[in-house]
C-alpha cells in the first residue's frame, strides 16, 4: 500500500497512466529516516524546516524548526494544526530565544504585524550567536559589506575600492579611531547573489593611523571575487552576521556597513534579517550610490536601515562615494 497517494490519487494515476511515474516518485522522496545526501545537506545547514501530514496528507505539524549546533536540534516545536499561521511561527520563534536564553515575547493575537514580527523572531533565533558573555575588549565591531554585483562595473568598483581605502587614510577617520577604547575590529566583505559572499580582508585591529593606513592598503590588495551575479541584500546580511563569531574580540557595539547600488533581488528577504539584526543589538547601516530603478534609497530605508542610530548614507553616483563613506565613517566612529 502506498503511503503517499490515497485512493483517489491512484484513480487520477491510472486515468492518465501515470502510476508507475508515481511509484517511481514515491520510491525515491519517500523514506523511513533520513539517510544519506539528505542527511549530510539538513547537518550543512544552520537552520531546517520540516512539515508533517498524516494519512490524508492533513498537516499534523504545519511547522517544525530549530537551530543546528553540534548536529542536533536545540529544542523542536510540536503544535496542532489550529491556530493563524502567525501564532504557528511565534511559537517557533520563541523557542528559539528561549533556547538561547532571550526573554520570550509578549503574546499577541494573529495578524499582519504579528506575522511579520514572527518571522523576524525567527530569523533572530538563527542569527543569535557570537561570543560568550564576557566584558568587550573592543569599542566597536565593524563590518564593511560591499556590493559587487553584475550592476557594479569594474571602474565603478575601483572607485568603491579607493574611496574606502582613501577614507581609512584620513587623518579624521585615523584620529576618530584613536578615541574609540579598546580600538576598532574592522573587516571588508565583497557579496553579489545568494551565494557570493566572501571575506577578502580578515578582521583588523584599528587603533591609531598606522594601523588604519595597514588596512586601507589591505583594502587596495584585494581582488574582486564576483562579477555577473545578482543583488542578494539579505544574504550578505546574514554573511556578515556570521563573521562576528569569528571576531577573535568582542566589541561594546556591533555594526554592519552595506554600500550598494540595487535593490534585492534574489536571496532570502531583507527586512527580516535587518530587523533580527536590531534584534540581537546589531545597527545595520547603509550607504546606497544613486541612480538605479526602482529607487534603492526607498529600498534601503524601508529594508536594510536598522538597529539602534541606524542611517543611511547617499552618494550621488560612484565618484562620489569616497566622501560619502567618509561621512559615514566619522559618524559610525563617532556616535
Not at 58 to 65: C, L
Not at 219 to 234: K, L, M, P
Not at 249 to 256: E, K, L, T
Request: aromatic fraction near 8%.
Amino acid at each position: 500500500m502506498s503511503s503517499l497517494f490515497n485512493e483517489d490519487h491512484r484513480k487520477l494515476q491510472d486515468r492518465f497512466d501515470s502510476r508507475r511515474l508515481a511509484d517511481r516518485l514515491e520510491q525515491t522522496t519517500v523514506f523511513a529516516q533520513v539517510r544519506g545526501r539528505n542527511k549530510r545537506f539538513i547537518e550543512s545547514r544552520d537552520m531546517f524546516f520540516l512539515a508533517t501530514v498524516d494519512g490524508n496528507g492533513r498537516p499534523t505539524v504545519s511547522y517544525k524548526g530549530g537551530l543546528l549546533q553540534g548536529r542536533s536540534l536545540t529544542r523542536a516545536v510540536h503544535h496542532s494544526q489550529r491556530g493563524g499561521e502567525a501564532q504557528q511561527a511565534n511559537r517557533i520563534g520563541e523557542t528559539a530565544m528561549l533556547s538561547r536564553g532571550w526573554p520570550a515575547p509578549k503574546q499577541r493575537g494573529p495578524g499582519r504585524k504579528t506575522g511579520r514580527r514572527a518571522a523576524m523572531l525567527l530569523v533572530a533565533g538563527l542569527l543569535a550567536g557570537g561570543h560568550p558573555a564576557r566584558a568587550a575588549d573592543c569599542g566597536l565591531e565593524l563590518v564593511l559589506a560591499m556590493d559587487v554585483s553584475y550592476s557594479v562595473v569594474n571602474s565603478e568598483y575601483d572607485l568603491q575600492m579607493s574611496g574606502l581605502a582613501d577614507a581609512f587614510r584620513d587623518p579624521e577617520v585615523a584620529e576618530a579611531i584613536t578615541w574609540i577604547t579598546g580600538g576598532v575590529m574592522a573587516t571588508v566583505t565583497q557579496w553579489s547573489g545568494p551565494e557570493a559572499q566572501v571575506q577578502p580582508v580578515p578582521w583588523t585591529h584599528l587603533t591609531d593611523a598606522a594601523s588604519a593606513a595597514a588596512f586601507a592598503a589591505a583594502i587596495e590588495r584585494q581582488d574582486r571575487a564576483f562579477h555577473a551575479s545578482y543583488t542578494a541584500v539579505g544574504e550578505a546580511l546574514f554573511h556578515a552576521n556570521r563573521l562576528s563569531a569569528t571576531n577573535p574580540r568582542r566589541c561594546a557595539r556591533r555594526v554592519i556597513d552595506v554600500s550598494g547600488d540595487g535593490a534585492n533581488n534574489k536571496g532570502r528577504p531583507t527586512r527580516p534579517m535587518a530587523e533580527a539584526l536590531a534584534a540581537n543589538g546589531v545597527t545595520v547601516n547603509g550607504l546606497v550610490i544613486m541612480g538605479a530603478w526602482p529607487d534603492p534609497v526607498e529600498f534601503y530605508l524601508r529594508n536594510v536601515v536598522r538597529g539602534d542610530g541606524a542611517f543611511l548614507e547617499t552618494a550621488a553616483n560612484f565618484a562620489d562615494y569616497a566622501d560619502a563613506i567618509k561621512r559615514k565613517l566619522l559618524r559610525e566612529l563617532t556616535p
